[in-house]
Structures are given as structure tokens and as C-alpha cells.
């Protein structure tokens, strides 16, 4: 039985609403974390909703910057750690390509593999999980004898706003 496509996340319209995307990132992380035993803390909860401000990538230094604007006092060590629990809990993605991180629309889900298309434009992220990229890239890595820990395909391009 063929498994139903699932249709791309797509780029964000230019009335994209934003405080919704956080909004769901956030109740997706608290359940998640909930559901397992684990503590979303005001910190983690603070660098969530910032990786999720907008479509496009964010540096840890500018999580960093936004958070020193916000608190009188937070260290790098902070932002590296809230960053590694996101991603250890499947929160977040790395864009390895631009040292960066954006939200996961499939949060929680070790499972998921992800592929992103990142506009070299405006720096929006749309990320889809296509099972049959997956499973080539699986078998694949197989016939090379390769054992894979991670697979997450970045293409760089123009989205559809930014080719008008």
C-alpha cells in the first residue's frame, strides 16, 4: 500500500502569523516533555520561542544577543545548553551548512528525518519529511556499508516569494 504524500511545509505567506507558529512550538514542546519526564525550564522555554521567531535560521550568538537584551545576565554556556536539549529532544533542527538552527514542525519525533529548502534570499526555511527520500537514502548507505547516525538533506534556493 502506497503511504499518502505529505504536502510540504510550505514558505511563510507574508501575513504568516507568527505569535501561532510560537504558540504551537512551545504546547507541541511542553506536552513532549511532559509525556516524557523532562523540564521545558523558562530558559529553554525563552530560546524556543526565539529559534521559532521567525522562518528562517538563527545563530546561537543572536539567541545569545537577544537573550542579554531581555536578562541582565546569561552566558553562553546558557544558550549552548538550552540548544542541546532542543535538539537532543528532537525541538529543534541544526542547519549544519549555516551553523543555525530553526523549529521542528514534527516535534519530539527522533524518527524524523528532515529535509529543508533554505531561500539564499530571505532565509526562510520550509522543512517537509518525505519517507521515500528516507528509505533511498537508507538503503543506499547500506550498500555502501555505511552505517548512518543522521540524515537531514539542505538545498539552497530561491522560495516562491523571492522568485517573483
Known sequence: MAEPKKKPVAFPRANHNHAQCIDEAVTAADAHCHAHGLRLTPIRRRVLELVWTHHGPIKAYDVLEQLRGERQRVDPPTVYRALDFLLEHALIHRLQSLNA???????????HTGQFLICQKC??????????????????????????ATQTIEISGLCPRCQA
Open 123 to 148: 532565509h526562510s526555511v520550509a522543512e517537509f519529511n518525505d519517507p521515500s527520500i528516507t528509505r533511498l537514502l537508507t538503503t543506499k548507505t547500506k550498500q555502501w556499508g555505511f552505517a548512518a
Open 101 to 111: 538552527f530553526v523549529g521542528c514542525r514534527a516535534a519530539g519525533t527522533h524518527a
